[in-house]
Antibody, heavy 120, light 107 residues
């Protein structure tokens, strides 16, 4: 079965960077886009972007240009998201997610989420 | 960007009640609308696609409807396990956008 296993919670200082991971299993990693989604406490969901591991093509929500960088390691079936120049506004839970086998970009599979806390 | 306006922000219902959550898109999204359920401390769960198609395993008390810019999720015969926050999401165009969520409380 499809599983997305994310890295653990991070406590980071303002101005620093953080890189979180999402290890995929149960399917061919290079066949599906990996999406990233932000959820701030008590807030809704924001789509950050996707990376297609088959050719490393990316698409970003313009709002996150310069903030988030998506990469992947095919050898370990792991997707990564790096967040830079962190501020308190970046404190959130970040999810990786994959669409269903058939159909457009609704997310049938989600990681458990990674909490990023930006604090001095 | 397509803005998704979801209402109400929260609602409270008794077991067995019927509730409806609405989602309005800022432009026609041609039924490219999905619904999710998120319980406290969990990842969202995908419930429905193309506005009215239930995922396998989702109880039949959940139903969806709508077209154009107006969509709704209805739960008929609320159960205790339905306590959650519900989100809509359009995938008609990028950037993908979500509604702000509706928190359902069971009385």
């Amino acid at each position: 079965q499809v599983q997305l296993q994310q890295s653990g919670a991070e406590l980071v200082k303002p101005g620093s960077s953080v890189k979180i991971s999402c290890k995929a299993s149960g399917y061919t990693f290079t066949s599906y886009d990996m999406h990233w989604i932000k959820q701030q406490p008590g807030n809704g969901l924001e789509w950050i972007g996707w990376l297609y591991p088959g050719n490393n093509k990316t698409m970003y929500n313009q709002k996150f240009n310069g903030k988030a960088t998506l990469t992947a390691d095919k050898s370990s079936s792991t997707a990564y998201m790096q967040l830079t120049s962190l501020t308190s506004e970046d404190s959130a839970v970040y999810f990786c997610a994959r669409r269903a086998a058939i159909g457009p970009n609704w997310f049938a599979y989600w990681g458990q989420g990674t909490l990023v806390t930006v604090s001095s | 960007d397509i803005h998704m306006t979801q209402n109400p922000v929260s609602l409270s219902a008794f077991i067995g009640d019927k509730v409806t959550i609405t989602c309005r898109a800022s432009q026609d999204i041609s039924r490219y609308l999905g619904w999710y359920q998120q319980k406290q401390g969990q990842s969202p769960k995908y419930l429905m696609y193309y506005a009215s198609n239930l995922l396998s395993g989702v109880p039949s008390r959940f139903s969806g409807s709508g077209s154009g810019t107006e969509y709704s999720l209805t739960i008929t015969g609320i159960q205790p396990e339905d306590a959650a926050t519900y989100f809509c999401q359009q995938c008609y165009s990028y950037p993908l956008t979500f509604g702000s969520g509706t928190k359902l409380e069971i009385k």
